[in-house]
């Protein structure tokens, strides 16, 4: 099993859906839990960052985050072309940890259509 | 603006013949990675540098080196490509290694192995 699973898609919605992307994990250590956008062909970028469960806004952006269930949650509202890219889920273990080793899902490929 | 480059951005080269990616940061950050990343995978890190402290992933191919000779660069070399190290290949920096600490990525050398 890896450690982080993440539906590859690809997702094609139309312009101005509200988009759900997730990702479950199995480490329980896990404690940091990011998203990162990667547009084609460039390096990814990091669009959001949480600690632990809860909620977390940043505009049309909203992270989750269920540890009991495992399970993480990025959502785009009033989604835009310009937001068609891959979208990763990273996430690490706590500040104890020896080496914060981002691990990675393996990206949703979104695409949002005018 | 403090960012990570990396040069080339598109890398040709024949089989089995050495090739050297750069890569380089000004945010004087600590801790400096290689990642290989392919077509819709998550991408695998390679190894990191903390300071001067090289640290390889066990499942790195030794076919795979780098070196750090300052803080602001570091290079990835690669002694014979093989037609599967065809990959986009990542660096990123951080500040620390603890749990929780951002990476930064710079924007990928695509490597093609003819």
């Known amino acids: 099993q890896k450690e982080v699973e993440q539906d590859p898609g690809p997702l094609s919605v139309p312009e101005g859906a509200i988009v759900s992307l997730n990702c479950t994990y199995s480490?329980?250590?896990?404690?940091?839990f990011m998203w990162y956008r990667q547009y084609s062909r460039k390096g990814p970028e990091l669009l959001m960052y949480?600690?632990?469960?809860g909620n977390k806004e940043d505009g049309r952006f909203t992270a989750q985050v269920d540890k009991s269930s495992k399970y993480i949650s990025l959502f785009i509202r009033d989604s835009q072309p310009s937001d068609s890219a891959t979208y990763l889920c990273?996430?690490?273990?706590?500040?104890?940890?020896?080496?914060?080793?981002?691990?990675f899902g393996r990206g949703t490929q979104l695409t949002v259509w005018p | 603006d403090a960012m990570v480059i990396q040069n080339p951005r598109y890398q040709v080269t024949q089989f089995g013949k050495p090739v050297t990616l750069s890569c380089s940061q000004t945010?004087?950050?600590?801790?400096m990675y290689w990642y290989q990343q392919k077509s819709s995978q998550a991408p695998k890190l390679l190894f990191h540098?903390?300071?001067?402290?090289?640290?390889n992933e066990a499942d790195t191919p030794d076919n795979f080196q780098s070196r750090r000779p300052n803080t602001s660069f570091c290079f990835l070399d690669i002694r014979s490509p093989g037609l599967g190290d065809a990959a986009m290949y990542l660096c990123?920096?951080?500040?620390?290694?603890?749990?929780?600490?951002?990476?930064?990525f710079g924007p990928g050398t695509r490597l093609l192995v003819l």
């Open positions: 945010l004087n950050h600590n801790v």
């Open positions: 990123a920096t951080s500040r620390g290694t603890s749990g929780g600490e951002t990476q930064y």
């Open positions: 540098y903390y300071d001067k402290d090289f640290n």
């Open positions: 480490n329980s250590a896990f404690q940091y």
């Open positions: 990273a996430m690490s273990a706590g500040r104890g940890s020896t080496l914060g080793r981002l691990y």
């Open positions: 949480t600690y632990s469960s």
